[in-house]
């Protein structure tokens, strides 16, 4: 290829007249294809054909899960690891016109993810199945297209093969869908690679790799454009190439670009560039692509953990399955901005996409918020985990699956790992030697910037056969963190992260108070020795046999330099696998946050080690019985000492000693306030208080966004309470709360956290739990103020707005 000086260098004056008139137009066109879909349960295959009658279909926009709006069943195909919840089959219709004058342009339809065993036709024409339902995929449309006249898409969705997942997956077309026009010479899909060769803030270097599509009968000759802009929008790097591509065919081109005076990307500053990629034709811009670029180098090493830009960073991570609580399986980027936000709060620098890649939105948002992302390929190679999970599709799918995971996200600064699977069955016989060969191999000829990890459980090296490949570049270790100081020794040289961890149980506002650790079952087999609610104590002293409560590991972790860091299960509760427990219990209890969005206490033991917010939370609530014994536990930091106070008399003063991660008291209930002061030096960094409440005064809202746009996306969520008259909450409150919507705004969830609450999603009501619920609202498209009423019993309704703009 011919060498072409920056643009920052002297270039001829026939060249810069030659791109001044350039055209400035948009010439690739990506449309939200979403809306005005019909849908129907059951399995239609005569719904290709144009002339089907879908008068009694539902007509619906997606992202949509079809499992999450039905109703839960002890004796449901999915079982407990999905929550009780249906599967079954579905299709999805839509009819749409393509202008007569885009018949010599390419037309593609792009969908993030269908779960799952999709089949998609275009007027009676199958494109193709696809039996994965995280894949992101897509098709050209073109040459079954009718121009000028209506189209019709069918998609058929298969989910009827149950228990297919560990893990509650959603059904139907989960994910967006886009439909994408170009010009015939255009950039392939998912066409371009960004590396960062090298990195300073001085000066860094960009490898751009393009591969251009040329869908055109005859040869092409072009200019190929890079552009990079700042956050700002300012240009700071440009190159220009003259290439050739023949008919019908694909090349990749190479660009090199010099970034002068670069910001870095990092989990405090998440600075990010873009990459601008145009294609022209005799002056005329065919096509223009963007990528998103973050400059950051990092390192593992084995004996002092990870950098991250040449700083000490530990990786202080959390496990995320890939639902939203009551929205199921949909995709909404604002539902993922909440939930990353929360996160982010709590002090996490981290995110395992467990056990599949996850979507656009949160990779997206990862790199905008500045998350280091472990992505995840697979739960199951060969070896069945669950009757019809993806072993079945192994064989004939995983290299292409594995191939189009990895060229969809390896653009992503916040991606630092790639896993090629989680607790993977193979790690125990000789066929993993050879497997994980495969896929590392497949993973590096695509990406050889990111360690290639895989999560294990086995430890000892002569029965871990994944280990044994050589093919791993990190070693990544759920559970066992006893043995963690012995890993130096016993994996000599190897880099070493704690892939998941913990796996410790809590229900938010809930209380038992237990003389130690109490571990389920005692042994393994046994019973669970749990509530008869299906409640679990909020204290951080439950745990899984396998694993640790979160004190425990984070205490080992924090000493631990080789260790690169956790990824604690889980961030958030997730809708099945709700251990301990059977029917009626449905989601899990894992999480630091509940399944509702609302943090559990142990969430602020975290924000008190993980992050830079001053800290001080007391627990539990005070309405109890008369001289009842109470553990009160307070998480601090940045101070020497608290101080708890009952009715203004002092309960004596406690600091944190040794490894200590909380203090505590037994107090004896007497009605009143409960006062925490946190002090440094002798001086008052912080108070808190708690109220014993009184009778019911009215019900309380609160909306975590006065605004929202009236794009039929976004999202607003209510916390829903009851209050004394002081404002005080309830704490046992269960009262069934009603809900009314107005204006520009739907009701699409309600949620009270309760992992055995058999209440729909989608209803109009729901109970309090430990005095609490949420109510989540969606733009309905009319640009109308949003009022939201809640009403119960005796007490006067309460309703809030919200401003659509």
């Known amino acids: 290829m011919i060498k072409h000086k920056n643009i920052f260098q002297k270039v001829t004056i026939a060249l810069l007249f030659s ?47 079809w499992s999450i709006e039905g109703t839960f069943d002890k004796d449901s195909k999915t079982k407990q690891a999905q929550g009780f919840l249906p599967a079954g089959k579905g299709w999805y219709r839509k009819v749409f016109t393509i202008p007569a004058s885009w018949k010599s342009k390419t037309i593609s339809i792009e969908f993030d993810g269908v779960f799952k065993n999709s089949e998609v036709f275009i007027n009676g024409k199958s494109l193709g199945i696809r039996p994965n339902g995280y894949i992101s995929f897509s098709y050209d449309l073109s040459p079954y297209l009718n121009y000028g006249q209506a189209n019709t898409i069918a998609v058929k969705v298969d989910n009827d093969a149950q228990p297919n997942s560990r893990w509650y997956t959603g059904s139907g077309i989960y994910r967006n869908v886009r439909l994408v026009t170009s010009e015939k010479l255009h950039v392939g899909k998912w066409g371009t690679f960004v590396t960062t060769p090298e990195v300073s803030t001085k000066q860094s270097k960009v490898h751009l790799e393009v591969t251009i599509d040329n869908d ?40 090199n670009l010099d970034v002068l005076e670069t910001q870095l990307w990092n989990t405090e500053n998440p600075y990010l560039y873009k990459v601008i990629t145009k294609i022209y034709e005799k002056s005329v811009l065919v096509d223009n692509y963007e990528t998103a670029l973050g400059f950051r180098f990092f390192n593992f090493d084995s004996e002092k953990g990870f950098s991250l830009n040449g700083k000490p960073t530990k990786i202080l991570g959390v496990c995320l399955h890939h639902d939203n609580g009551a929205l199921g399986s949909v995709e909404n980027i604002h539902a993922v901005r909440r939930k990353l936000t929360l996160m982010k709060e709590m002090g996490a620098n981290a995110i395992r996409m467990s056990h599949n890649p996850h979507s656009l939105e949160m990779m997206q948002l990862c790199d905008e918020m500045g998350f280091i ?18 072993h079945k599709d192994w064989d004939a799918w995983h290299k292409q699956d594995l191939v189009d995971f990895i060229k969809r996200d390896r653009n992503h600064p916040s991606v630092m790992m790639w896993s090629i699977g989680n607790e993977i069955r193979e790690q125990f016989d000789s066929t993993g030697i050879a497997i994980t060969r495969e896929l590392a191999k497949i993973v590096k000829s695509l990406d050889a910037t990111r360690p290639v990890t895989s999560a294990l459980t086995e430890n000892i090296i002569e029965k871990n056969f994944i280990y ?17 100081k012995d890993f130096p020794e016993r994996f000599k040289g190897q880099k070493i992260l704690a892939s998941e961890s913990v796996s410790a149980l809590e229900t938010r506002g809930h209380y038992d108070f237990p003389d130690g650790i109490k571990a389920w079952p005692t042994k393994h087999g046994a019973a669970f020795d749990g509530n008869a609610d299906w409640t679990v104590s909020a204290y951080d002293q439950v745990k899984s046999y396998w694993g640790a409560t979160h004190e425990e590991n984070w205490k080992t972790i924090k000493k631990q330099d080789f260790m690169a860091g956790t990824f604690i299960w889980t961030g958030f509760d997730y809708i099945g696998e709700p251990d301990p427990y059977p029917y009626p219990a449905r989601s899990s209890y894992f999480g630091i946050v509940d399944l509702a969005g609302l943090p559990k206490d142990v969430y602020y033991m975290y924000q008190s080690e993980w992050s830079n917010k001053t800290v001080l939370h007391i627990f539990p609530h005070w309405n109890w019985k008369k001289d009842q014994e109470v553990d009160v536990w307070a998480y601090y930091n940045n101070a020497d000492e608290v101080e ?6 002092s309960l004596g003063i406690k600091s944190k000693q040794n490894d200590d991660l909380h203090i505590s008291w037994k107090v004896k209930f007497e009605p009143g306030m409960l006062k925490a002061i946190s002090r440094k030096n002798g001086k008052v960094v912080l108070e808190k208080e708690i109220h014993t409440a009184g009778e019911a005064s009215k019900i309380d809202l609160k909306a975590d966004k006065t605004i929202i746009k009236n794009d039929t996306y976004d999202l607003v969520y209510v916390t829903v309470s009851t209050v004394d008259i002081d404002g005080n909450l309830l704490p046992n409150a269960t009262d069934l709360i009603n809900f009314e919507v107005t204006g520009g ?13 058999l209440d729909s999603f989608k209803a109009n009501s729901c109970k309090l739990f430990s005095g609490k619920c949420i109510a989540i609202i969606q733009s309905n498209g009319k640009k109308e103020n949003i009022q939201l009423k809640a009403s119960t019993g005796n007490l006067q309704a309460t309703i809030i707005e919200v401003k659509v703009k």
């Open 216 to 255: 055109n009968d005859t040869a092409r000759e072009f200019t190929l454009v890079t552009s990079i802009l700042d956050a700002k929008n300012k240009e700071v790097a440009n190159k220009i190439s003259t290439e050739k591509i023949e008919a019908k065919t694909f090349e990749t081109k190479v660009h």
């Open 373 to 390: 992302v472990q992505d995840e390929a697979f739960d199951v190679w060969k070896k069945k985990k669950v009757t019809n999970d993806y």
């Open 745 to 757: 705004g739907k009701l699409v969830g309600v949620d009270n956290g309760y992992q055995a609450n």
């Open 19 to 65: 791109i001044s008139i350039f055209a400035q137009k948009q010439a690739r066109i990506v449309e939200d294809f979403n809306k005005n879909w019909n849908f129907k349960l059951g399995d239609y295959p005569e719904a290709v054909n144009a002339n089907y009658n879908v008068s009694d279909w539902r007509i619906l926009q997606l992202p949509h899960d």
């Open 468 to 484: 044994q490949s050589g093919a791993l570049d990190l070693l990544g270790f759920n559970y066992k963190h006893e043995d963690y």
């Open 644 to 649: 708890l106070f009952l009715n203004g008399k």
